[in-house]
């Protein structure tokens, strides 16, 4: 079963901007703190942008002040706009839908990954 779709990544020469979008089912949007992750060759997994349940958002310090996490709730659809790029972002990136539910709620615990997007900076 496909819960997160992610749009295709792309090439994209330094200093250059590409928005990322994932589409979720509209019962994982919303009960979920989305967010967006990315994993380089030869690295971890790492948090890039992400909603909280409470309505905040955490960006990776690495990326502050040049991505933004946006979302679209008649869309179901989270975005990551990411401007003035570097050749250290290249990664695949993987949209996440955390569950926010209560913890006595069915199925409470689920961790839903889409499923991957490269994105290039490269000259």
């Known amino acids: 079963q496909v819960r997160l779709v992610e749009s295709e990544g792309g090439l994209v020469q330094p200093g250059g901007s590409l928005r990322l979008s994932c589409a979720a089912s509209g019962s994982i949007f919303r009960s979920s703190a989305m967010g967006w992750y990315r994993q380089a060759p030869g690295k971890q997994r790492e948090l890039v942008a992400a909603f909280t349940s409470g309505g905040s958002t955490n960006y990776a310090d690495s990326v502050k002040g040049r991505f933004t996490i946006s979302r679209d709730n008649a869309k179901n659809t989270v975005y990551l706009q990411m401007n003035s790029l570097k050749p250290e972002d290249t990664a695949v990136y993987y949209c996440?839908?955390?569950?926010?539910?209560?913890?006595?709620?069915?199925?409470?615990?689920?961790?839903?990954w889409g499923q991957g997007t490269q994105v290039t900076v490269s000259s």
């Open positions: 996440n839908a955390k569950s926010s539910l209560p913890t006595w709620y069915p199925n409470s615990g689920y961790d839903y």
